[in-house]
């Protein structure tokens, strides 16, 4: 079955402030984790990824948290706006060899 | 660079019909993967492609599915007698490197009726 999972199905978040979206694995042997945003109609787009090496990476107004003592991953989002309501995606691998495997998602709502 | 295309965007098919969906990989990308989605579900894991090659098939239907990357064209995801179930939207990812680096088509939404 699926090793990855998200915590909430739905998240309302207050234009401006930052929103924290969680995600479990199951599978330790996990070292590759991507976060993808999908907005209605349209497919996952990539908003940042972090190996397992890491436990903390940074992108434009994105953060992406590992912890992997209790194997979880959480994309935080800074000064939330409009534009980033959509649903997001958890999704990792263990190796190369291996595929993608998405988790359910969770729904970032933005309220005015 | 157009990314990743797929057509047609919209698919509806009667039960009993073929459904043919196509995925054209961004240039210079030869793994294609397809994936399906459910309303207010995640993207499952269909199918891994290289040029004229199944790479993992694992997440296929046993029957009436199959997938096919020819040496020359788009890929190709063929439901031969469609049912009801088979109604998602269907996606397809290519990469320029196997498993890494994964850029989505907008998909191709089947409605069978």
């Known amino acids: 079955g699926e090793s990855v999972g998200l915590h909430l199905p739905t998240l309302s978040v207050q234009e401006g402030d930052n929103s924290i979206i969680n995600c479990a694995y199951s599978?330790?042997?996990?070292?590759?984790f991507i976060w993808y945003k999908q907005e209605s109609g349209k497919g996952p787009q990539f908003i940042i990824d972090?190996?397992?090496?890491?436990d903390k990476r940074q992108g434009q107004r994105v953060t992406v948290l590992l912890n992997k003592t209790v194997k979880h991953l959480s994309l935080q989002i800074a000064a939330t706006q409009p534009g980033d309501s959509a649903v997001y995606f958890c999704?990792?691998?263990?190796?190369?060899?291996?595929?993608?495997?998405f988790g359910k998602g969770t729904r970032l709502h933005i309220l005015p | 660079n157009a990314g990743v295309m797929q057509n047609p965007r919209h698919l509806v098919r009667r039960r009993g019909q073929e459904a043919r969906l196509r995925c054209s990989p961004m240039k210079g990308h030869s793994h294609v993967y397809w994936y399906r989605q459910l309303p207010e579900e995640g993207l499952k894991f269909m199918v891994y492609?290289?040029?004229?090659?199944?790479?993992?098939e694992s997440g296929m239907p046993k029957e009436r599915f199959s997938a096919e990357f020819p040496k020359e064209g788009p890929s190709i995801l063929r439901i031969q007698q469609v049912v009801r179930g088979d109604s998602a939207a269907y996606f397809c990812?290519?990469?320029?490197?196997?498993?890494?680096?994964?850029?989505f088509g907008s998909g191709t939404r089947l409605t069978v009726v």
């Open positions: 599978n330790s042997a996990s070292d590759y």
């Open positions: 492609l290289q040029k004229e090659n199944i790479i993992d």
């Open positions: 990812a290519s990469s320029p490197l196997p498993n890494y680096g994964y850029t």
């Open positions: 972090i190996r397992s090496n890491m």
């Open positions: 999704a990792e691998n263990m190796n190369r060899d291996d595929k993608i495997i």
